[in-house]
């Protein structure tokens, strides 16, 4: 009941939200700039109180009766990286791309080119699994690029850096650029590409 009870929260949250973001996107080019990136973080958090909190109420309606579901989001705005994120957001869906798309186009057991073109290719099925437009499709490419990037800087610097002291700080900068990234494919993710690109330009003031 708890867990049914936080998912039934979570979409109410998202919910309004989502009102809260569609009055001010349609005065977005007027609005102060402190409230654009409001905007801008509002949007993550809807997208992940939303996907969260259906999953929460699937789990929780399981539960009561009987069944055991996996758990499908683990604090996903806590990584540090690309691969990290996917291996915490929408836990499912990305399992079953790796499955059932990327191991079965040779995966990690092929040339570079070929791991990054496989790469690509299942996070652009990623995409049309949301849904057929061009903004679904770019935004699953966007990330197939991070994960290629986070896999190519891991292979030649490791997961953080080779100087131990710089540990700490390098986490919370990984962390600041990762969410950053993510917050970005979600406005791409959200609105079609002419209007995400004007989002974005606005957040910088440009006009």
């Not at 929460?56 to 996903?76: L, Q, T, Y």
């Not at 099925?125 to 986070?150: D, E, K």
Request: overall charge positive; charged content about 15%; glycine content about 10%.
């Amino acid at each position: 009941m708890i867990r049914l009870a936080i998912g039934i929260v979570k979409k109410f949250t998202a919910d309004n939200l989502t009102l809260w973001i569609a009055f001010w996107t349609g005065r977005f080019d007027s609005a102060p700039l402190e409230i654009r990136w409001l905007v801008f973080i509002g949007l993550g958090f809807r997208i992940l109180l939303d996907f969260s909190g259906y999953s929460d109420m699937a789990i929780g309606f399981s539960r009561m009766m009987g069944v055991k579901v996996p758990e499908n989001f683990n604090w996903p705005y806590l990584a540090t990286g690309p691969i990290e994120f996917w291996r915490r957001w929408h836990i499912s869906l990305s399992s079953w791309i790796r499955d059932y798309i990327y191991i079965p186009l040779g995966g990690n057991r092929v040339s570079l080119t070929r791991k990054i073109t496989n790469g690509l290719i299942a996070f652009a099925v990623c995409g049309l699994w949301h849904g057929a437009g061009w903004n679904f499709i770019v935004w699953g490419l966007y990330h197939g690029i991070g994960i290629t990037v986070n896999n190519l800087w891991n292979e030649r610097f490791g997961h953080y850096s080779v100087y131990s002291w710089l540990r700490i700080p390098n986490r919370v900068f990984c962390w600041s650029l990762n969410i950053f990234f993510v917050f970005v494919g979600w406005v791409i993710f959200f609105y079609d590409l002419p209007k995400a690109m004007t989002i974005l330009r606005l957040l910088w003031g440009f006009k």
